[in-house]
């Protein structure tokens, strides 16, 4: 069936009725965004007023924007460390929420090496909820008959820890897959999944992919959209199929389960699902054992529509083996999403990747903004406190930095991230989301974030495409241990015909190629004051950021959240790294710099 990319703003009317009370929901919200922000801060205000921390502020129960604005301090996770530390370690009393903390959701951004710990409450699970049940309303606008088939997604928990306080401590993803809204979930012939609950909710990685992959194969002709989190865990999927296909299909030749797979739950769902079938065997074995693995996806999964998952930040550099894999399915990036909250969706999920914009639900948090200074990026004095824009204020083309205030009890906090408004959906504004903030290489005074790192990457390995190359993962590192530092990018390479590599020639070009991406400030420590050594790639062998993966995650990361650090500094990392290279290679010349700008 066909995908339309191209109904225009505003939505609807619904593809079924039972969608047009979301579609509506949409459109109030999106109409009213300021009355909706304002009532949103003054219920967060009341029913947070007795707290330790408002009063501190003296706000004396009010719960306007001016009193609110004029009184409470933009705050960042390690202003609030002191008090998320008590409340970690057993103090009940209300600090930041006059409700319960019902646990610390582990957000993937770090604090001092450990990850941050977002306190929340029991209400905003339904908030959550509210904002999932918006997604496949608007995906079926686009798409037709998804109510026919499954959606074969990798979804995976966590490990649970407790804080020294008994508090449970565990990744967004891993409370919403364990609470009952997901876990009883009425039947809605727009969300079957193929995988059974009791293989989403085995902490055991293996166990839980291997069993969703084969449920996946078992109903591949049922299934309509293939997806994960992040699209690194799609890709993790489609390696982890490379890796164990001999063993699914021999389960599906015989109808029994791979001993591996020890947990009773799956063992007792699959018994009911996993019937001899060694037609399917053998056609799982004939596409798998096939050199060649372009557009698998949809070889193996034929009535795919489109793949679901984020491409949008740093995601983006999958998108070339998301595309190879699936023969460029169209890969909607439905909703942006934080520990700290759940943030607004994709009103066009059709559109290309590039052209993804997140609408913020206002009924979410009460959201602001810092307009960003491109200039000097951090600069926030609490003598001269920011005027933050509201959201039904931020101007169409200005970036800003996200703050939002929280029913949980968090009170203008920087998220880091940086959003550019691209539009508007009625007056609610539409961001694309730019990048993390602070995601850094730096020597001296050069600073390298995370887009222009990636689009460096982008631009050298253009001259990997004759030798169809691609880099299909990379981090880097500041290597100062020598006078002068230089940055250090490790690739892992996928070469399409080893025969054919691209040669060492090559690869010091795309070192100079990086050069030449990256900023003026760059250029100019390397060209005028040669405070910055030739920049060297390091290529790492096949696996290694599998590897890498492997080693967070045992270390604590979540597989749902998980996404590759782009900089690297942590000792056992490096070593990891290092232990794998294949070969390193260095800028041969200086990159171009004159005091002019380029434009
Ligand atoms: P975590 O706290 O681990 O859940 O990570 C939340 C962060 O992931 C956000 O603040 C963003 O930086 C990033 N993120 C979440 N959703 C998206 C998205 N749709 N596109 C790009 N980045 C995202």
Redesign the pocket.
Known sequence: MAVDSTLPSPLGPPAHERDAKALQFIEDMTKNVDSVQERVLSEILAQNAETEYLKRFNLNGATDRETFKSKIPVVTYEDLQPEIQRIANGDKSPILSSHPISEFLT???TSAGERKLMPTIAQEMDRRQLLYSLLMPVMNLYVPGLDKGKGLYFLFVKAETKTPGGLLARP?LTAYYNSQQFKTRPFDPFNVYTSPNEAILCVDSFQSMYAQMLCGLLMREEVLRVGAVFASGLLRAIHFLQVNWKELAHDISTGTLNPKITDGSIRERMSQILKPNPELAEFIVNECSAENWERIIVRIWPNTKYLDV?V??A?AQYIPTLEYYSGGLPMP?T?????ECYFGLNLRPMSKPSEVS?TIMPNMAYFEFLPHDQSNPSALSRDSPPRLVDLADVEVGKEYELIVSTYAGLCRYR???ILRVTGFHNAAPQFR?VR?KNVLLSIESDKTDEAELQKAIENASVLLTEFNTSVVEYTSYADTKQIPGHYVIYWELFIKDPANAPTDDVLNQCCLQMEESLNSVYRQSRVADNSIGPLEIRVVKNGTFEELMDYAISRGASIN?YKVPRCVSFTPIMELLDSRVVSKHFSPALPHWTPERRR
């Open positions: 957000s993937s951004g967004v984020i949008t930040g995601m990036c909703m942006y999403a934080s520990s997140y998220v880091g991230d989301f993390r959240q």
